[in-house]
C-alpha cells in the first residue's frame, strides 16, 4: 500500500518536531526542507536513527530548497519564517515573512498541486491570505493552525486549575491567533459540564487571559525562543484528521465568506477536517457580548491584511 506523504517546510524546533510526530504516529513519510544546508538532512537522519527504537518504518528525508521531493505531499505543513526580533518593526516583520511565504507556496503549488496547505508560520492569519493568494488553491485546502493550540492551552489551563484529567477537557477559543483571540467559557466544558459550573468567573477570566497570552509566557521564560512541542502537536493533530478522513470538528484558521457575518477573512473558527480538508465551517449562536469580541479580532486580522496589500504596492 502506497504511504501517504507529508512535506514540513522549516526544519526549525516546530518544523522538525512535526516531522517526528508524523513519522511516530506512522502517518505517512516526511520531507523535511530548510534554507540552510545541512539542517534538514541532519535532522532528517537523527530521526531515522531513532526508527528503530520508536519502532515505526516511516521515511524521513531532508534537503536544502529541493522542492521536487515535496512532489504529490497530500499535506504541506509550513512552519517557515522568523520571528519578531528586537527593533524590528512588524513591517519588517511582515515583509519578510510574506516573502518567504510567497516562495514556498509558490514551489510547493507548482510540485503538489493536490496538497492541503496547514500554515503555521506568523503573523498567522496573515500568512494565510498569502498562501491562499499565492496558491489558487480552493479555501478548502488553505488552513491556519492556531485555535488547536490555542484550545489545547485553554484546556491545559482548565485541567491545571480543576485538578482533572485533560482528556475531559474541550476547550473553544475562536478569533485571531493572538491577544484578540475569543475564548467561549460558555461552550467549553469538562465531561460535559460547562465550565462556568465548576469554576468562579474571576478564575475564568484569568484562565482566558492566560491563554491569550500563552506564547507570550512561554517566550519570556525561554529568553531565547518561543513555543514548539504544543504547536507542532496541533498542526499533526490537523494532519492526522485529514489523513484519516475522521470528520474531526477542530478550531481552524479558515476563509469565512459571510460566516459569523465576516467575509473575506481567515479566522479561527469551528470546522469539520476530512480528505478534501475543510468540509464545513460550524456556526455557533453566539450572545452578543462574544460576537463583538469576534467582531473585534477579525479587525486585528483585517489591520493585517491590509498592511500586506500595502506593503504589496
Known amino acids: 500500500m502506497k504511504r501517504n506523504k507529508v512535506t514540513v517546510v522549516g526544519a526549525g524546533n516546530v518544523g522538525a518536531t512535526a516531522a517526528m510526530r508524523v513519522a511516530e504516529k506512522e502517518l505517512a513519510d516526511v520531507v523535511l526542507l530548510d534554507v540552510l544546508e545541512g539542517v534538514p538532512a541532519g535532522k532528517a537522519l537523527d530521526l531515522m536513527e531513532a526508527a528503530p527504537v520508536e519502532k515505526h518504518d ?7 530548497n529541493d522542492y521536487s521531493q515535496a512532489k504529490d505531499s497530500d499535506i504541506v505543513i509550513i512552519t517557515a519564517g522568523i520571528p519578531r526580533k528586537p527593533g524590528m518593526s512588524r513591517d519588517d516583520l511582515l515583509s519578510t515573512n510574506m516573502g518567504i511565504m510567497q516562495k514556498v507556496v509558490k514551489e510547493i503549488a507548482s510540485v503538489a498541486p493536490d496538497s ?10 496573515a500568512m494565510c491570505h498569502v498562501a491562499y493568494d499565492v496558491s489558487g488553491f480552493p479555501k478548502q485546502r488553505v488552513l491556519g493552525m492556531a485555535g488547536v493550540l490555542d484550545s489545547a492551552r485553554y484546556r491545559a489551563f482548565i485541567a491545571m486549575e ?33 465550565i462556568p459550573e465548576l469554576i468562579p468567573p474571576d478564575r ?5 487571559d ?43 484558521a479558515a476563509l469565512l465568506q459571510g460566516e459569523y457575518g ?21 456556526e455557533i449562536r453566539l450572545n452578543e457580548e462574544e ?15 491590509d498592511d500586506i496589500k500595502r506593503l504589496r504596492g
Not at 516511516?58 to 536544502?64: D, E, R, S
Not at 492541503?116 to 492569519?125: E, K, M, R, Y
Not at 475564568?204 to 482566558?208: A, D, N, T
Not at 460576537?291 to 491584511?305: C, E, F, P, Y
Open 58 to 64: 516511516c521515511k524521513i528525508l531532508g534537503c536544502t
Open 116 to 125: 492541503i496547505l496547514i500554515i503555521v508560520s506568523n503573523p498567522l492569519d
Open 162 to 194: 480543576l485538578d482533572v484529567s485533560v482528556e475531559n477537557v474541550h476547550a473553544f477559543v475562536l478569533g485571531g491567533h493572538g491577544d484578540t483571540m475569543v475564548p467561549i467559557s460558555r461552550y467549553s466544558t469538562v465531561a460535559g459540564i460547562p
Open 204 to 208: 475564568i477570566k484569568i484562565l482566558e
Open 210 to 252: 492566560r491563554t491569550r497570552t500563552g506564547g507570550a509566557e512561554i517566550v519570556n521564560l525561554l529568553k531565547t525562543g518561543s513555543a514548539y512541542y504544543a504547536p507542532a502537536s496541533a498542526a499533526v493533530e490537523m494532519a492526522e484528521t485529514i489523513l484519516k478522513d475522521k470528520k474531526k470538528i477542530l478550531p481552524c
Open 262 to 282: 465576516i467575509h473575506d477573512l481567515f479566522i479561527g473558527v469551528p470546522v469539520k477536517l476530512g480528505s478534501e480538508g475543510i468540509e464545513k465551517v460550524i
Open 291 to 305: 460576537k463583538k469580541a469576534l467582531h473585534s479580532s477579525a479587525n486585528a486580522v483585517k489591520g493585517l491584511v
